[in-house]
């Protein structure tokens, strides 16, 4: 008798523990799906499944009248091969990475000041780095293109010195998108970086010294190895806009400078290609993601 | 440790500052450059948008004129309008649906969670205009569909703006929201619960006046994006839903006019006082 009992109660505990744990999961389970669903339900509906929906018309074809017809194609995928395109894509890419080098060589000296300057004057700095970076990117783009401009202040001053006779062309030439870029994504880079540096133990530095290491090796040896993850927080950060900007190559580029973006606009707005639209844009998020993941990777392969 | 605790490396250090100071002084100087670089732009558009002459080249004297005109304008009037509702709704919106994902991510366990965290991140990652076409694409097939089956008639505008805000804001705040919730002292809510408060008090009472500045923070960033968004806002608004930066844009496109230098000085103005509040607000809560 005593010995059922005991079993019995046994197996009232076990069932009444797992009643619990199932109760727990349960209310669990609800509440995450209460607190993740209306987030989940607006990542699935306006942006996953619209971007299902462009992959799609990627491999479709142009219908009459710019409408898409349902048969699959890898002709937008192959018309990408073009000289015409692969030169939208190559200056893309190009004028990014001089974008992120630009950044880099101005931003990282710059992260070094304000991390090495005294501690009441580090977020007055920062605050006034960030100032112009929280207006309008359009309202910046276009005060570059005020100063850039054949009548505008820079040329007025220069012709004025007598430098020069001539305005100087400099809106609506490459220069002036990268101009433009590093002035809207320079931020990006000082931040990171400046986060890194702040972070660095710099009695490092004086051990290096010690053992006879100049300033040079110091900095190359020891303080960039160490802060490199901010470097290529930075770098990531001001490549992926950099790369597929609008706004910067259509003003300050004026149709003469045309990246990846621009090509899109034009094949949705202009030609009404979309299935080719579709297949650009995908190749430019192609770029993106893989961009992302090799950062990911290095980052991964420095922890080691 | 005794040993490397003695001042013998001093004297090392002390000359090789004063050869540094050559380099210190080039740093600072690519500090000033900088700064200039930053400023000059804005601070030359805002000084011009005080010029009477309508070109841009000369000094011509002060004037008022093409702030009261633009005060005037209708268009101008209806666009900051737009903005402002479109910003308000989507900030409401996306602040509550990326505070509930943060607390999801934080303190809940469900099986997709992993993929649901990158998914989340898309939108941060994506670049705008990939974005702003998937939306115009899924927009355009959906109002087709509509049409075809129910005879619904609907069109590009505000809704189409402000649905689309609120899928690129509200990853920002529930990133936001999620930094300040993973430095958040859970004894706080054990004592709450010790104290006799049940689940909903707990959060009501501690979890959510605690969460606050993190909340602010995501919900001012979530306006600023909606507000200053060009891209995605361009390709998915109708004909007469303009927005300010839209209206901007076509006047740049259209030919300078000094109109558009009060304007931009009036918005840069506004997101400068608005960062400010916003550091002002945090610090008072800091202390």
Known sequence: ????????AGERTASWR???????RQREGLRALLLAGPGGLWLLLFFLLPTAIVFAYSFARRGPYGTVAWTFTLENYVRFFDWLYIRVFLVSVWLALLTTLICLLIGYPFAFVIARSPRRWRNALLVLVLIPFWTNFLVRTYAIMLLLRSDGLINNLLQRLGLIDQPLTMLFTPFAVVLGLVYGYLPFMILPIYASIEKFDFTLIEAAQDLGANAWHAFWRVLLPLTLPGVLAGSILVFIPSVGAFVTPDLLGGGKVVMIANLINQQFLTVRHWPFGSAVSFVLMAIVLAATMLYFRIGETRRI | MTVGQTTAPRPAIRPTRRRLSAGWAALWLNVLVTFVFLYAPIVVMSVFSFNASRQMQVWMGFTLDW?????????VRVAAENSLIIALVSTLVSTVIGTLTALALERTRFRVKSLYEGA????????EIVMAIALLVFFNLTFQWLGQLFGLRLNFGLGTITIAHIAFSFPFVAVVVRARLADFDRTLEQAAQDLGANDWQTFRYVT????????????????????????????????????LPLEIY??????????????STVLLLASMLLVLGSLALQRRRST
């Open chain 1, 1 to 8: 008798m005593a010995i059922v009992e005991q079993i019995q």
């Open chain 1, 18 to 24: 797992e009643r619990l744990g199932d109760a727990i």
């Open chain 2, 67 to 75: 702030y009261v005109r633009m005060f005037h304008d209708e268009r």
């Open chain 2, 120 to 127: 989340m991140y898309l939108p941060i990652i994506v670049p």
């Open chain 2, 208 to 243: 959510l006046p605690l969460l606050m500045p993190g909340i602010i923070a995501g919900a001012l960033l979530a306006f600023t994006l909606s507000i200053d968004d060009f891209v995605i806002t361009f390709f998915n608004a109708g004909v007469g839903s303009t927005t």
């Open chain 2, 250 to 263: 076509g006047r740049v496109r259209r030919g300078i006019t000094p109109d558009v230098n009060a304007l």
